[in-house]
């Protein structure tokens, strides 16, 4: 027995940043063809998508400004998931305790962490 679909549907689309940004050895980052165009596309016609991103070393709104910046992509930072968002709703709850921020490259991992509160 085959199921409906339900009647509000929704597609929507999780992008990683290095399927649309290719970075060199040298640390120069280039947009791939036709990224900037797929992107527009998914905006023009109200489709539901984030951009996923590994690096930490960034804000949801840095990264989202960087896109503008460097690619003329306009993207919300809310639109822009980076491995620490999910501790964003979290600031509050633990704003008066000790928090143990465990990351490489100096202190870069505190200092993102104190971006959020």
Known sequence: MSRSPPKHATTGFVIDLS?????S???????LPGSR????????KDVPFVIVSRDTG????????DLEKKFN???????????Q???RDHVAE?????VVIIGGDG????????RYG
Do not use: N
């Open 94 to 98: 633990y704003k008066d305790k000790t």
């Open 73 to 83: 992509i306009e993207v919300r930072p809310s639109a822009v998931v980076l491995p």
């Open 107 to 114: 202190e870069k991992a505190l200092k993102i962490a104190s």
């Open 37 to 44: 165009e797929a992107i527009a596309a998914l905006q023009e």
């Open 19 to 23: 399927t649309i940004v290719s970075t």
């Open 85 to 87: 968002t999910p501790f």
């Open 58 to 65: 960034m804000t949801e709104k840095e990264v989202a400004k």
């Open 25 to 31: 050895r040298s640390g120069d980052k280039t947009l």
